[in-house]
């Protein structure tokens, strides 16, 4: 396979799988892009990601004064909370349509953001000039998560902080997957295309803090035994279960960086 006809595939396999789009199982003939969508789409991620506000409290709950990247910001959800808190926003995505979205996104609840096509793994941006990067759930999509780990380095300003979400391979989750033989990003719901992402990789603890030993700190939890393509199972198990078992075999790797 020549270089750049992963990225081509990994762009028009994300353009077509709208990955937020699990969340509207439920709600059939809901139209793309209307406010109804992302008002589903931002109440189902609230409720799955209980996380968030950890997230928020280490980069910042005031982002008055502060620039904000998001990388991989699909169709903008997200990006948009950053906004909300004061963050002057800018998202790239390596797929097209999810930079429409995100505009629509954007343009429905009355907020700016700087929007456009770009690579992981080569940022088209000068060297530290962002106060904060964020990126969910996307690095383990491209190829060298280790270059694109380097590329959230190498835009932070000095003493700027990141954080960043990856799979995390020694998971209930993880093998689940494995032994059924399980799409990862197409679980059953989905509007989506059947095949799973051209590339979706799994991490170690350690491996990740390998990767991101140019970091003059590093933090990984785990959080997130099972989410929304769980259907029932997530709203049935409790919270004194699900909470330390996420914690020890859960789903999401939560790396939490500084410059």
């Not at 429905?108 to 962002?130: P, S």
């Not at 979400?165 to 799409?183: E, F, G, I, K």
């Amino acid at each position: 396979m020549e270089k750049d006809e992963i990225y081509d595939r990994i762009s028009a396999y994300w353009s077509d799988q709208l990955n937020n789009e699990i969340y509207l199982a439920g709600y059939p003939g809901v139209a793309r892009g209307s406010r109804e969508y992302f008002d589903i789409i931002r109440a189902a991620r609230d409720k799955y990601l209980y996380y968030f506000d950890a997230v928020t409290a280490f980069l910042g709950r005031d982002g008055s004064g502060r620039t904000l990247l998001e990388v991989g910001c699909g169709m903008g959800t997200d990006l948009l909370k950053f906004a909300e808190l004061g963050y002057d926003v800018t998202g790239v995505d390596l797929a097209g349509e999810h930079i429409e979205l995100a505009r629509a996104c954007f343009e429905t609840y009355g907020r700016a953001a700087h929007l456009r096509l770009g690579n992981a793994e080569a940022l088209d941006f000068e060297e530290a000039i962002f106060d904060r990067v964020y990126s969910f759930g996307v690095l383990h999509h491209t190829p060298n998560t280790e270059k694109a780990l380097r590329e959230v380095h190498r835009v932070l300003k000095p003493g700027g902080r990141a954080f960043v979400m990856l799979y995390h391979r020694d998971s209930l989750n993880n093998l689940v997957h494995a032994l059924l033989r399980v799409s990862f990003e197409n679980p059953k719901g989905s509007r989506a295309v059947a095949a799973d992402a051209p590339v979706t990789q799994r991490f170690s603890r350690a491996e990740v803090r390998r990767m991101t030993r140019c970091f003059s700190s590093v933090r990984v939890d785990t959080e997130y035994l099972y989410g929304v393509g769980y259907g029932r199972l997530f709203d049935w198990t409790p919270a004194f279960l699900y909470r330390p078992l996420s914690k020890l075999i859960g789903w999401h790797l939560l790396v939490f960086l500084q410059k």
